[in-house]
């Protein structure tokens, strides 16, 4: 299910000098590094979420130095408003820049900076920029602010699947200070839905964390086979004896 762009309003964005300048600069510099040929293949894989200009990986991240040469460090505002303009744009590229922006500088954002996550995440919403904006992103605002654990606890339930998917992947990353207990609860608490980005969501959240505990998740994938999903399981246990 993808999930039409929904850009921030422009009174959601805040003021800044800095967005002024990236975007001049990502906009100009970016297009130099497309490819129609490849934007069609680029489209099609990521089936039509969003048009492409056709930069690959590499190339990409080359333009992005070109684009920050010489910039300032950003603030929370500054961070912000980067990313919602370049939400709001319809190439996917941009998009990437903007996520690739907040994991280098999402320690320079409080955790007032979550409503600004959630919106990215429900903007033009697809795997590509949900799960790192789930790891990286509101991973690490959670990670700096456990308080906004209880909004995780919100989000699992959200009717939007990648709200939810996001919930149950924002601890990726933590290894040994994974909540255990919340990430199996979001998991059983989730496991009834139909749709395969979240069973794969709930399998790959418990992949990852086996890496630090596999005895704690062979343990409750054993005693919940039967409430988690086929694919849950086997993403859960491809790494496990």
């Known amino acids: 299910m993808r999930t039409p762009a929904t850009p921030a309003t422009p009174e959601q964005v805040p003021a800044s000098a800095l967005a002024d300048e990236v975007l001049a600069r990502l906009t100009t510099v970016y297009p130099t590094g497309g490819d129609p040929f490849r934007a069609q293949e680029m489209v099609a894989y990521m089936k039509g979420v969003a048009p492409f200009l056709g930069v690959r990986s590499p190339e990409r991240r080359e ?3 070109t684009v920050l040469k010489g910039l300032g460090t950003p603030d929370e505002a500054d961070c912000a408003a980067v990313a919602l303009r370049c939400f709001a744009l319809d190439e996917r590229e941009y998009h990437y820049f903007a996520v690739d922006y907040l994991r280098r500088h999402i320690k320079r954002c409080s955790s007032g900076f979550l409503p600004v996550a959630r919106t ?3 903007t033009v919403s697809w795997w590509d920029t949900v799960d790192h904006l789930a790891a990286h992103v509101v991973g690490g605002l959670v990670a700096a602010d456990p308080a906004l654990a209880t909004a995780m606890d919100e989000w699992i339930t959200d009717d939007d699947l990648w709200v939810a998917r996001t919930a149950l992947l924002h601890q990726l990353r933590y290894k ?3 909540d255990a207990e919340r990430l199996f609860s979001y998991c059983l608490l989730r496991s ?3 749709d395969f980005f979240i069973r794969k969501a709930i399998g790959w959240a418990l992949r990852e964390y086996a890496k630090t505990a596999p005895g704690e ?3 409750f994938v054993d005693q919940n086979a039967s409430r988690l999903s086929p694919l849950s399981v086997r993403e859960a246990t491809k790494n496990l004896p």
Do not use: N
């Open 63 to 65: 333009l992005t130095r």
């Open 120 to 122: 990215l995440v429900t």
């Open 176 to 178: 040994s200070g994974t």
């Open 192 to 194: 009834g839905h139909p």
């Open 217 to 219: 998740v062979r343990a």
